[in-house]
């Protein structure tokens, strides 16, 4: 039974950091309607300019992390400004295709500005057991996964109140709801994308380190943020609630299959059980535990 909750808490913990890579597509969902295939890229971007400006100007941790989140701000600034504002307006698809062509933009100006090779993140976070589980309850918790987790609900919660209970955050549903009648009533929808993709841009810079130091930058980085998908199937593309349950369950579910169902299949289960389970959720419930169910007519 202990080997059980070591394997259910190591997987509740994952997806607390699924749930933050999710919560940067679904900031961008909610502001125009489409889905960023570049957040991915963004979370690797982010990940390998700290590394980059660490290793290459010899700088600390504590000044390389500041100036990353500097240089993902105007990153998202320009982002909106050179590629979304022209888009107003237009549909979805148009929108969602811009987001491609970002993705394997942002992936080419990593490499070419630091290079393709894999490097080690050190964060001032140590990945050992916590002792007094250990000596208590006899099961195996990595101070990090704990740390990492506390850090990515923190934030997660922290946006969450931001979007849902200030002006931004109305203003932030109104642009989803009807980009023209948002512009109608005065809301800046040039405003409101530069700050959802500023938010986006600190999110992944966030995601990027954690994931970073846990599994090393490279190129497989841009992966994990894959795995946002089936959170975002199960808990909804407009809900941050949906993001962090979608994210618990995922974790739990992947972490608690690879040990118990891995073995009588031949393992390897944790890499594709999500979207299959994402996969059969759809069968029964396409708009998320979160989502707003919509009724067509025919």
């Keep these: 039974m202990n080997f059980f909750f070591e394997v259910l808490i190591g997987g509740l913990l994952s997806g607390v950091m699924y749930a933050l890579v999710a919560l940067g597509f679904v900031l961008i969902y909610k502001a125009s309607g489409v889905f960023n ?5 963004m979370v690797f971007f982010a990940a390998l300019t700290c590394v980059g400006l660490s290793e290459k ?4 941790m504590w000044l390389a992390i500041p100036l990353t989140m500097l240089v993902m701000v105007l990153l998202g600034l320009a982002i909106e400004r050179v590629v979304l504002r022209p888009l107003v307006n237009q549909p979805e698809i148009t929108l969602f295709m811009a987001t491609i062509g970002l ?10 500005i630091w290079g393709s090779q894999p490097h080690k993140l050190t964060l001032p976070i140590e990945d050992v057991p916590i002792e007094y589980v250990m000596e208590h309850y006899n099961i195996l918790v990595s101070q990090f996964d704990v740390i990492a987790a506390l850090i990515c609900a923190l934030l997660v919660t922290a946006l969450a109140l931001l979007f849902s209970k ?4 109305r203003a932030l549903r109104a642009v989803a709801d009807d980009h023209q009648a948002a512009l109608a009533v005065g809301i800046p929808l040039q405003q409101i994308w530069a700050i959802v993709w500023t938010v986006a841009g600190f999110v992944a810079l966030v995601a ?8 090393g930058v490279q190129f497989a980085l841009t992966f994990v943020a894959l795995k946002a998908l089936p959170v975002l199937i199960l808990g909804g593309f407009t809900s941050v609630p949906g993001a962090i349950v979608g994210g618990l369950i995922i974790g739990a579910s992947e972490k608690l299959a690879e040990v118990y169902i891995g073995p009588l299949v031949g393992g390897g289960i944790e890499g594709w059980f999500p979207y299959v389970l ?7 419930r396409p708009e998320g535990l979160f ?3 919509i009724i067509r007519r025919i």
Excluded: P
Excluded at 166 to 169: F, L
Excluded at 278 to 284: D, I, N, R
């Design 291 to 293: 989502g707003e169910k």
């Design 278 to 284: 994402a996969l059969l959720f759809l069968l029964v």
């Design 166 to 169: 200030t002006k931004i955050g």
């Design 208 to 215: 990027g380190l954690l994931w970073g130091a846990r599994n």
């Design 57 to 60: 100007f010899q700088l600390s």
């Design 103 to 112: 993705t394997f933009f942002i992936e080419g100006l990593a490499q070419l």
């Design 37 to 41: 295939f570049a957040q991915g890229a």
